[in-house]
């Protein structure tokens, strides 16, 4: 079963204009990660962020998390045509102090951006 | 640098038919990782090897799935007597250390399996 929960399913916007998904999860984390995914490909490692951090960035990219309610989100800024993809944020769950391997992927938003 | 491959990058069988499904890890990555994508369940977490400790089987389907990792680097996963549900993408994965969170992923393409 899948712990994270993501939306909007989809969003579809214009080149230039900024996309933010969100992203819910259930239980206790080590570190919550973000991943693209484009048609047909594996997925990309986007960002990582500690539960004991609050916003990271890097390059266009912006990550938030809010461990008291269990939730992130990335926002895409200045977005353009090539980062039309599907986004998955997932974690990596908190076993007794240690980040354990296994991931856990939410639903994905499908991003299309228009030339 | 080479990353993960997997083969075959797309595989067709007959419902009750054996399959058998690779990937070569980065060169130095001890831990990999195996997922499967299918519309309705998302990704999903099957199996996971790091080094030499026993793998966590925790997210196998059933009894027809199976997975080893020979000489801690390229990877098989099995599927016995398939079945029509079994049909997905078959996303295999490796980092450089124990813990997911420590490390980034870094996946295949993936074995797109379709069951007649």
């Known amino acids: 079963s899948q712990q994270g929960e993501e939306d909007p399913q989809a969003l579809s916007i214009q080149e230039g204009e900024n996309a933010t998904m969100n992203c819910s999860y259930k239980?206790?984390?080590?570190?919550l990660q973000w991943y693209r995914q484009n048609s047909g490909r594996g997925l990309v490692h986007l960002i990582l962020?500690?539960?004991?951090?609050r916003e990271k960035h890097s390059g266009r990219l912006r990550v938030t998390l809010d461990t008291s309610k269990k939730s992130s989100s990335l926002l895409i800024t200045a977005s353009r045509a090539a980062d039309t993809a599907s986004y998955f944020c997932?974690?990596?769950?908190?076993?007794?102090?240690?980040?354990?391997?296994?991931?856990?992927f939410g639903q994905g938003t499908i991003l299309t951006v228009h030339p | 640098g080479a990353g993960v491959s997997q083969s075959p990058s797309n595989k067709v069988t007959e419902k009750g038919k054996d399959v058998e499904l690779r990937c070569d890890p980065i060169?130095?990555?001890?831990?990999l990782y195996w997922y499967r994508q299918s519309l309705g369940q998302g990704l999903e977490f099957l199996i996971y090897?790091?080094?030499?400790?026993?793998?966590?089987k925790s997210g196998l389907p059933s009894d027809r799935f199976s997975a080893e990792r020979t000489g801690g680097s390229v990877s098989t996963l099995t599927i016995q007597r398939t079945q029509q549900e079994d049909s997905a993408v078959y996303l295999c994965?490796?980092?450089?250390?124990?813990?997911?969170?420590?490390?980034?992923?870094?996946f295949g393409d993936g074995t797109r399996l379709s069951i007649l």
């Open positions: 239980t206790s984390i080590n570190n």
């Open positions: 090897f790091q080094g030499n400790s026993a793998p966590d």
């Open positions: 994965a490796s980092s450089l250390a124990r813990g997911a969170g420590n490390q980034p992923q870094h």
């Open positions: 060169s130095g990555h001890t831990a």
């Open positions: 962020i500690r539960s004991n951090e």
């Open positions: 997932a974690t990596a769950l908190n076993a007794g102090g240690t980040s354990y391997g296994k991931l856990t």
